[in-house]
T-cell receptor, first 114, second 109 residues
Framework: DAEITQSPRHKITETGRQVTLACHQT?????MFWYRQDLGHGLRLIHY???????NKGEVSDGYSVSRSNTEDLPLTLESAASSQTSVYFC?????????????FGPGTRLLVL | GQSLEQPSEVTAVEGAIVQINCTYQ??????LSWYQQHDGGAPTFLSY????GLEETGRFSSFLSRSDSYGYLLLQELQMKDSASYFC??????????FGTGTRLTVIP
């Protein structure tokens, strides 16, 4: 069965360190997204990609970067982790950009920045 | 900009019906979606409305009124497992989904 996985599921890091969160999907979807979820804010879009070599900034992109070298993977990098980046991070993918877009979410990564 | 408003919490009795409302402000509106998220889990797609009216999927229905910038999710025959957070999301001119802050539904016996 097709799926979308994230690793690690839990991560503790220190302020200033570089951290990379992995996202891998076997849906063969062109579109991939990274969100962060915080209490009171719902899901906020960090970065997204519509295909290989394509990346775009979302609503809260400062301090984050992504790269898309193949269809299956969209790693999210925190260049220099800050305590404000403590959050739950979700990766998602979709097969269409049309109005009736269904996004499939990974299980999430809980990140704690000390 | 975009904004979505939905109640933060709703409590309902098992077997009853509950309605979760969502009002939105956005440019280039293309449709309203609903996602369910259980505690500790990932959001999962429930329904989509691109046109005015009611869409039914089993115990869940979703309604949209584009003229009122309003929609709702209707859950019937509530079960304990329906206790979760429910998010409305709009597809707008930016071609991305913009999510509301979610409604936490608690189903009580």
């Amino acid at each position: 069965d097709a799926e979308i996985t994230q690793s690690p599921r839990h991560k503790i890091t220190e302020t200033g360190r570089q951290v990379t969160l992995a996202c891998h999907q076997t849906w063969n979807h062109n579109n991939m997204f990274w969100y962060r979820q915080d209490l009171g804010h719902g899901l906020r879009l960090i970065h997204y990609s519509y295909g290989v070599q394509d990346t775009n900034k979302g609503e809260v992109s400062d301090g984050y970067s992504v790269s898309r070298s193949n269809t299956e993977d969209l790693p999210l990098t925190l260049e220099s982790a800050a305590s404000s980046q403590t959050s739950v991070y979700f990766c998602a993918s979709s097969g269409t950009k049309g109005p009736q877009e269904t996004q499939y979410f990974g299980p999430g990564t809980r990140l704690l920045v000390l | 900009g975009q904004s979505l408003e939905q109640p933060s919490e709703v409590t309902a009795v098992e077997g009853a019906i509950v309605q979760i409302n969502c009002t939105y402000q956005t440019s280039g509106f293309y449709g309203l979606s609903w996602y369910q998220q259980h505690d500790g889990g990932a959001p999962t797609f429930l329904s989509y409305n691109g046109l005015d009216g009611l869409e039914e999927t089993g115990r869940f229905s979703s309604f949209l009124s584009r003229s009122d910038s309003y929609g709702y999710l209707l859950l019937q025959e509530l079960q304990m497992k329906d206790s979760a957070s429910y998010f409305c999301a709009v597809k707008s001119g930016a071609n991305n989904l913009f999510f509301g802050t979610g409604t936490r539904l608690t189903v009580i016996p």
